[in-house]
T-cell receptor, first 115, second 113 residues
Framework: AQTVTQSQPEMSVQEAETVTLSCTYD???????LFWYKQPPSRQMILVIR??????QNATENRFSVNFQKAAKSFSLKISDSQLGDAAMYFC????????????FGKGTSLLVTP | DAGVIQSPRHEVTEMGQEVTLRCKPI?????LFWYRQTMMRGLELLIY????????DSGMPEDRFSAKMPNASFSTLKIQPSEPRDSAVYFCASSFGVGSEQYFGPGTRLTVT
């Protein structure tokens, strides 16, 4: 079974600054997908970014980008120009390529954004 | 599109009662997932369906839990009888295609007293 580890239970960043959230995973698969989801206090799960393991190029969505290191099994999320609305729990998730359906989530990182 | 719809948003019930959670996936999606979120265990997959057929129910905690998907636009998760340790937020999510992102509903917060 795949495991997803988020080693930072809490992180803090000042508005307009940059923060990086860490995620590592353990798998013997070569084909898989990785995701970051955001969960604000409303508890709605919102997709932030998706990465396909066979693509070497790091995914980017506006102020959000990832550093995908396949050999190291690392998938960190960088948030640039942090905004107050970025405050939330962030979950890293793994999906197998073969079955390609179910998500395996990490425990999450709580991000605090200070003015 | 209205997104994934779940009802009720909140449910408070007494131990021993039957609880039914409902989900309407996004139109056109062919996979549906039920997750449970607790402080202790985080987000756990309970069961998922592909084309209305249950594919993996290994996450269902015990026989008290059951899920059905009678058609492409509706699914239920039933707990009978409910216990206090079932208190959690239950999410439904849907997707289309292998490896695609899942879209989550707003969740149902279940409290069993």
């Amino acid at each position: 079974a795949q495991t997803v580890t988020q080693s930072q239970p809490e992180m803090s960043v000042q508005e307009a600054e940059t923060v990086t959230l860490s995620c590592t995973y353990d798998t013997s698969e070569s084909d898989y997908y990785l995701f970051w989801y955001k969960q604000p206090p409303s508890r709605q799960m919102i997709l932030v970014i998706r990465q396909e393991a066979y693509k070497q190029q790091n995914a980017t969505e506006n102020r959000f980008s990832v550093n995908f290191q396949k050999a190291a099994k690392s998938f960190s999320l960088k948030i640039s120009d942090s905004q107050l609305g970025d405050a939330a729990m962030y979950f890293c998730a793994f999906m197998e390529g073969h079955s390609g359906y179910a998500l395996n989530f990490g425990k999450g990182t709580s991000l605090l954004v200070t003015p | 599109d209205a997104g994934v719809i779940q009802s009720p948003r909140h449910e408070v019930t007494e131990m021993g009662q039957e609880v039914t959670l409902r989900c309407k996936p996004i139109s056109g999606h062919n996979s549906l997932f039920w997750y449970r979120q607790t402080m202790m265990r985080g987000l756990e997959l309970l069961i998922y369906f592909n084309n209305n057929v249950p594919i993996d129910d290994s996450g269902m905690p015990e026989d008290r839990f059951s899920a059905k998907m009678p058609n492409a636009s509706f699914s239920t998760l039933k707990i009978q009888p409910s216990e206090p340790r079932d208190s959690a937020v239950y999410f439904c999510a849907s997707s289309f295609g292998v490896g695609s992102e899942q879209y989550f509903g707003p969740g149902t917060r279940l409290t069993v007293t």
